[in-house]
T-cell receptor, first 113, second 114 residues
Framework: DGGITQSPKYLFRKEGQNVTLSCEQN?????MYWYRQDPGQGLRLIYY???????QKGDIAEGYSVSREKKESFPLTVTSAQKNPTAFYLC????????????FGEGSRLTVL | GNSVTQMEGPVTLSEEAFLTINCTYT??????LFWYVQYPGEGLQLLLK?????DKGSNKGFEATYRKETTSFHLEKGSVQVSDSAVYFC?????????????FGKGNQVVVIP
């Protein structure tokens, strides 16, 4: 079945460490997105990519980095510069940057100890 | 800028009760509007959508009508079930960047009691 796979589902990290969250899709979608979800704050956009080898900062990009070397993959690195990284991270994709519906992965919960 | 506002606070109701979750938006142009649902521990799923004024989106007994005159897209269901317990997000397509971003509301936790 087509869909978006995020891994790991749960991740623990010590302060000062970088961590990379994986996002893979087999929907043949051009556009991919990373959101952060915190209680009571809804979803906030971290980075997005409209096409391979291209990406743009969202509203809260500081302390994060991404790459888009392949159409199906859009990994997110949470760096040690991110001051408050404990959160639920959601990856999403859609057919192209002009088509409305987003498809989401099941999320990755990162906890910094 | 473009934004979505959802009513404050969780919603707790009994099974078979009527559910309404309010959503209003601010946007330039003619955005598309969406409702997404998130079940515990999962990602978001599209529940319904409407792409132009007066359109009604519907799915699984839920409905929402795109009201341009009141800039609203309220979600309704006539008789909720325990399985409807989830977080519901209203969203719009953000045309500031060529329609390639969605703006989300903060979400409403819905708890249905048997």
């Amino acid at each position: 079945d087509g869909g978006i796979t995020q891994s790991p589902k749960y991740l623990f990290r010590k302060e000062g460490q970088n961590v990379t969250l994986s996002c893979e899709q087999n929907l043949n979608h051009d556009a991919m997105y990373w959101y952060r979800q915190d209680p009571g704050q809804g979803l906030r956009l971290i980075y997005y990519s409209q096409i391979v080898n291209d990406f743009q900062k969202g509203d809260i990009a500081e302390g994060y980095s991404v790459s888009r070397e392949k159409k199906e993959s859009f990994p997110l690195t949470v760096t040690s510069a991110q001051k408050n990284p404990t959160a639920f991270y959601l990856c999403a994709s859609r057919l192209d940057s002009n088509t409305g519906e987003l498809f989401f992965g099941e999320g990755s919960r990162l906890t910094v100890l | 800028g473009n934004s979505v506002t959802q009513m404050e606070g969780p919603v707790t109701l009994s099974e078979e009760a009527f559910l309404t979750i309010n959503c209003t938006y601010t946007a330039t142009g003619y955005p598309s509007l969406f409702w997404y649902v998130q079940y515990p521990g999962e990602g978001l799923q599209l529940l319904l959508k409407a792409t132009k004024a007066d359109d009604k989106g519907s799915n699984k007994g839920f409905e929402a009508t795109y009201r341009k005159e009141t800039t609203s897209f309220h979600l309704e269901k006539g008789s909720v079930q325990v399985s409807d317990s989830a977080v519901y997000f209203c969203a719009l397509s953000d045309r500031r960047y060529g329609n390639n971003r969605l703006a989300f509301g903060k979400g409403n936790q819905v708890v249905v009691i048997p």
